[in-house]
């Protein structure tokens, strides 16, 4: 009879992981995903954990400048790759023009799926391809809002897509 190999035998494996502009080292099990990298090994709990199935988008980060959703990915797939998350977008202390925008049209509610909806919304406009609103309806369709924010969120993606300063309330 063979014998099942005991729990925890698995080498863990040294990924490379340049998060927000730092270069950071983890050691992990082949198996997590970049979303359980970021959230329980570097703890950046901005990207939330909503569905673990890539149906709601709560967990968008941009990886080299690609908007993706981390729970289908595994970390030691990016290993060398430049990762965003919704802690990296701001500079120096200003918040990115989408954050802003966002605060600005209300588009957040209960405010779980904003770090991944404005991920994903800096990955739509660097990919260009949204020109109107329905396209950005389309285009952002994979980020699930449950409280229905979805006309301001296309407002804030439109001002932010034509060039408008959002002004936010100090």
Not at 11 to 21: A, E, F, H, S
Not at 131 to 150: F, H, P, Q, W
Request: proline fraction near 5%; charge should be negative.
């Amino acid at each position: 009879m063979q014998q099942r190999p005991q729990a925890g035998l698995t080498p863990k494996l040294q990924v490379t992981l340049r998060v927000n502009g730092v270069e950071r080292r983890v050691s992990l099990r082949p198996w997590t995903t970049l979303l359980d990298a970021l959230r329980e090994y570097l703890d950046l709990t901005g990207t939330k954990k909503g569905c673990d199935h890539g149906q709601c988008g709560a967990c968008t980060v941009l990886v080299d400048g690609r908007r993706i959703v981390s729970c289908l990915t595994l970390a030691v797939m990016k290993d060398g790759a430049e990762i965003t998350t919704i802690e990296g977008l701001a500079t120096d202390g200003e918040l990115h023009p989408l954050q802003k925008a966002f605060i600005s049209h209300d588009g957040c509610q209960c405010g779980y799926c904003t770090p991944g909806q404005i991920c994903s919304a800096v990955g739509l406009i660097a990919e260009g391809h949204a020109k109107t609103a329905d396209e950005i309806r389309e285009l952002m369709s994979g980020n699930v809002c449950r409280c229905g924010c979805y006309p301001n969120i296309v407002a804030a993606i439109e001002e932010v897509m034509q060039g408008a300063p959002a002004e936010v309330a100090p």
